[in-house]
């Protein structure tokens, strides 16, 4: 899969941080909804096991972390983004609450991480391209773990059909704007516009976020495309989480949690109980700081 984009996430963050003063009044809004969303979920999960740690491994500028700590979840956040990571950590102090942030791939995160985790958030997973680099990333996630512990990430669920899932992403097609300016923000000699174009193929849609950017008079053309792919089903989840050791997968779905106060459905993958445990104490207490 040679043609496959590669997202620049540096660019894409630089730019939502650019205009971090316009969003961060509401960004609680967006993210819970009037359900709390997949942000309770977790929260609410890692508490039922009686997580003492949790990581949310896809946390770009933190503002899915930011709210499960508010929530009173013990959670860090990581993230690809070396520029995310570092403005997450710049966000969270300015939003009055204290969490660790630390850069790192998914397959990477054994060798990156402070200390192994209870509960890992994934907002992200479906997003990966190829057959090898999710089955790498969840084999990261499986020895991130503690025994007993579990990874949350969305994606088919149990009930359904690949073609279903295709099917929805076509009906989603057929209402959305295939392109459009998604905002402009000026600040000092600067200003930005961020634009998008969508182009959907058999099995995937390639979203195209262009910046105009004005600087000193000259502008110029930032661009990345970020591409979503359908093809991965209830099955394919089966097949990888338990090649990469995970005893148990299952749909959860919490009721009036989502956007619009109806049903959220999330995937949950399980490492048995009786694994080696590698249990640091002594890290587990003293919390990752950079
Ligand atoms: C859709 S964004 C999630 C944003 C964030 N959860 C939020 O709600 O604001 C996906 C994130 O996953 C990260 N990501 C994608 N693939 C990754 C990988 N293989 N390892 C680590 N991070 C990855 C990207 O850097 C990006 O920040």
Redesign the pocket.
């Known amino acids: 899969m040679s043609d496959v984009p590669v997202t620049d996430?540096d660019m894409i963050y630089r730019w939502e941080w650019f205009r971090h003063e316009d969003w961060r009044h509401d960004f609680r809004d967006a993210?819970l909804g009037q359900g709390g969303g997949t942000c309770r979920a977790f929260t609410d999960l890692s508490k039922l096991i009686g997580a003492e740690v949790a990581l949310d491994?896809?946390?770009?500028?933190g503002?899915?972390t930011i709210c499960m700590s508010e929530m009173g979840l013990n959670v860090s956040g990581s993230?690809?983004?070396g520029f995310?990571v570092k403005h997450a950590a710049e966000l969270a102090k300015l939003e009055g609450t204290n969490i660790s942030f630390f850069q790192?791939?998914?397959a990477n995160l054994p060798k990156n991480m402070p200390h192994h985790f209870d509960a890992i958030f994934c907002?992200?997973l479906s997003s990966?391209t190829t057959w090898d680099e999710l089955g790498a990333?969840l084999v990261g996630f499986y020895h991130s773990l503690n025994p007993g512990g579990f990874l949350m990430f969305m994606g088919a669920g149990d009930e359904s059909d690949p073609e279903e899932e295709h099917w929805k992403q076509h009906e989603e097609w057929d209402t959305q704007p295939r392109e459009y300016a998604d905002w402009f923000y000026r600040d000092g000699g600067v200003s930005c516009s961020k634009v998008v174009q969508k182009r959907k193929s058999e099995d995937y849609i390639d979203e195209r976020y262009l910046y105009v950017i004005c600087e000193n008079q000259i502008t110029r053309l930032e661009s990345t495309t970020y591409r979503r792919p359908a093809y991965w089903s209830w099955q394919h989840w089966k097949d990888l989480t338990q090649m990469a050791g995970f005893c148990h997968l299952e749909t959860r779905t919490y009721e009036r949690y989502g956007y619009d106060g109806g049903p959220i459905r999330v995937n949950v993958a399980w490492k048995e109980k009786n694994g080696a445990p590698r249990v640091d104490h002594a890290a587990r207490n003293a919390p990752y700081s950079e």
Do not use: F
């Open positions: 996430w993210k491994c896809s946390c770009g500028l503002l899915k993230d690809g983004s995310a790192s791939k998914w907002d992200a990966v990333s």
